[in-house]
């Protein structure tokens, strides 16, 4: 699993998933808040997984250049983002136009059922 990883389970833990994913967690929450497309997220979440990489190598000695692990780091980063993208999304939606839209899950929305009296 290390040399998949590039690194321990323990740093992949510490450095992508606590460190790295807070930081994917909040660039969903920023992306959506600000009514950003989610297509931009790829492209920071990208961004966010060469850091993540360059950190593990910097802070642990871990491969900088292992490509299994940048994509396994990329991939797990990319969940965090879009799970706080979608999440703030439909809270947004939900609040933001309460008489049109009302949450049907954490992460998605649905048009709300209008009454025949309106």
């Given at each position: 699993m290390e040399a998949l990883l590039g690194t321990s389970i323990g740093v992949f833990?510490?450095?992508t998933v606590f460190l790295s994913g807070f930081a994917a967690f909040?660039?969903?929450q920023a992306?959506?808040?600000?009514?950003?497309p989610v297509w931009q997220l790829w492209l920071y979440v990208v961004l966010?997984?060469?850091?993540?990489?360059f950190l593990t190598w910097a802070l642990y000695q871990?491969?900088?250049?292992?490509?299994?692990?940048?994509?396994i780091d990329t991939v797990v980063l990319l969940a965090i983002a879009l799970s706080a993208f979608y999440m703030t999304r439909a809270r947004?939606?939900?609040?933001?136009?309460?008489?049109?839209?009302?949450?049907?899950?954490?992460?998605?929305?649905?048009?709300?059922e209008h009454r025949g009296d309106d």
């Open positions: 833990i510490g450095v909040m660039t969903g992306l959506a808040a600000t009514w950003r966010l997984g060469l850091a993540d990489r871990g491969d900088m250049l292992s490509p299994t692990g940048y994509v947004q939606m939900a609040v933001q136009y309460p008489w049109l839209y009302e949450r049907s899950g954490p992460f998605t929305w649905r048009e709300r």
